[in-house]
């Protein structure tokens, strides 16, 4: 093989070749890479914080729902005490209201009665003066006063 100026000018221009490249042209390619590498790098980490954080919410959640479901079970518990409260309250007022209507009716009833009774005192005195009336008018006669009194006795 032939050594001449042709490949020494070639090998010369080739290493200013590399030299030019590795000078101003590597540089700027490697820190395109570099930096493609960090974004790739920060989306994968992203990606993995976005994981954890999603597991994290949904534990979260399950959690809000747990208690979210005892919060309501406790609201259904207090509204049923509240309920069974309210139901004997009412049940306590009914049985109040009733024995104030039979103390009403009771002392109606009392009233009615007395009347009733003044009714028959104020018969029976008409009774007694009007047989006193027909026993003075007659002579005094003890077998005509029982009589008469029997009499008065069986109109009562």
């Known amino acids: 093989m032939n050594i001449n100026a042709t490949i020494i000018g ?3 221009t ?3 070749l590399i030299w030019f490249t590795m000078k101003f042209v ?13 974004k790739i790098s920060d989306g994968l980490a992203a990606a993995e914080r976005g994981k954890a954080d999603l597991q994290l919410a949904e534990k979260r959640s399950a959690d809000a729902l747990v208690e979210a479901r005892q919060k309501g079970a406790e609201i259904i518990a207090m509204s049923e005490k509240r309920r069974a409260e ?10 109040a209201e009733a024995e104030r209507v039979k103390a009403a009716a009771r002392a109606e009833i009392e009233q009615e009665a007395h009347r009733a009774r003044e009714v028959l005192r104020a018969q029976v005195s008409s009774l007694a003066v009007a047989g006193a009336e027909r026993i003075l008018r007659r002579e005094v006669n003890a077998q005509a006063h029982a009589d008469l009194l029997s009499a008065l006795s069986a109109e009562l």
């Open 10 to 12: 070639q090998a010369i």
């Open 14 to 16: 080739f290493a200013i």
């Open 26 to 38: 590597w540089p700027p390619i490697t820190a395109a890479l570099d930096e493609r590498a960090q």
């Open 86 to 95: 309210i139901i004997e309250e009412a049940k306590a007022e009914a049985i």
